[in-house]
Structure formats: structure tokens, C-alpha cells
């Protein structure tokens, strides 16, 4: 990340560079090499956007203040997960109507605590 970073500051210097990284840091940070916290810590990113798929809003509102305490200045973009009934990639509603109100719940939070904003993820398989 940090040659590519430097590599696009000499060709664009005025470009934003952000990674979508998982929300759970410690435990993704071994099996996908993503290094969001010593990227930061170094300068080599200007924003993170969590990825932060979960159904419980408490551990939604714990991983974006952790990533916010931990991200050394650098901008943070939650990114809550659109659940929908039927696709159970990473957790299951029991109908559109709780979908919903996890999604604005998880949105409230973010911009209470301070992020940049917010992106939402959201495929099938």
C-alpha cells in the first residue's frame, strides 16, 4: 500500500487515496495484510472506510470508534452493510422493516460519532 500511495503522489498529489477495510482490525489484519493502522500511523492513506457488517448495532458503534481512536488523524468512513431479507451474506433480518431500521440506526450512529460519512455495502452471491 505505502509504494502504491507513493507512486500515485508523484503522478496526482492532489488525489484522495482510501482503502474499504474489514471492521474487526486485529483479526483481519493476519489473514488479509491489511495494515489500515501503520498505513496511517506512516501517512500513506488519506481515508478508511470500515466495512462493518454486523446486525448488532453496539459492536457497529464499538468498531467505528475504535478504527476513530486508532486512525491517527485519518479520516473515517463507516460502512454499514444493507441487509435485506433472503441474502444472508453476512447476517439475517426477518424482513425488509428491520433491514431498514438497523441500516438508519448504524447511519445515526456514524455521523454522531464523528466520521467523514457514510458508504453502503451491500451484493449477493
Known sequence: MEMLYDAIMEVRPYMWV???????????RTY???????????????????????????????????YIQNSYGVPIVAGPYVFIPGNTAHGRVPNETVGIQILLNETRDALSLDTMGVAFFSYKF
Do not use: H, P
Open 32 to 66: 488479509l495484510f491489511q495494515e489500515s493502522r501503520e498505513w496511517a500511523r506512516r501517512g500513506k492513506i488519506d481515508y478508511l472506510c470500515i466495512m462493518d457488517y454486523t446486525t448488532n448495532e453496539a459492536a457497529f458503534r464499538g468498531a467505528v470508534q475504535d
Open 18 to 28: 482510501g482503502a474499504d477495510v474489514w471492521m474487526n482490525y486485529n483479526s483481519w
